[in-house]
């Protein structure tokens, strides 16, 4: 059973810069995907980055809204993963999500409902 624990978010002026960091255990799938979303009330979750490992294969994915403002990343353990956000907007204030899953496909792996296991979230505020 996978479990996610998000942490890092906060409040951050604009054009700031936040890190937010997935912990990540119980994943014993040997190809799989953690990605994070973000959902901003009144609105649907947007997958914000993929990043899947295939073996010693890793690919990655951005939402293209996204990539030029966002780096994901995992460590060495590949029990974390990280988002890095820079130049941030008050629009990119939302509840940042890290999912998982296991490694099916390369489609649909910015849709939320590919993915099984969630964290409870972490709020960013841009101001």
């Known amino acids: 059973h996978v479990q996610l624990v998000e942490s890092g978010g906060g409040s951050v002026q604009a054009g700031g810069s936040l890190g937010l960091a997935c912990q990540v255990s119980?994943?014993?799938?040997?190809?799989?995907?953690i990605a994070w979303f973000r959902q901003a009330p009144g609105l649907e979750r947007e997958g914000v980055a993929s990043?899947?490992?295939?073996?010693?294969?890793?690919?990655?994915y951005y939402n293209d809204s996204m990539k030029d403002q966002c780096i994901i990343s995992q460590d060495r353990a590949k029990t974390t993963v990280y988002l890095k956000m820079k130049s941030l907007k008050p629009e990119d204030t939302a509840m940042y999500y890290c999912?998982?899953?296991?490694?099916?496909?390369?489609?649909?792996?910015?849709?939320?409902?590919?993915?099984?296991?969630w964290g409870q979230g972490t709020q960013v505020t841009v101001s």
């Open positions: 119980g994943n014993t799938f040997p190809s799989y995907c």
């Open positions: 990043i899947c490992t295939r073996g010693t294969v890793q690919e990655y």
């Open positions: 999912a998982a899953s296991r490694y099916y496909s390369m489609r649909n792996l910015l849709q939320a409902r590919t993915y099984t296991y």
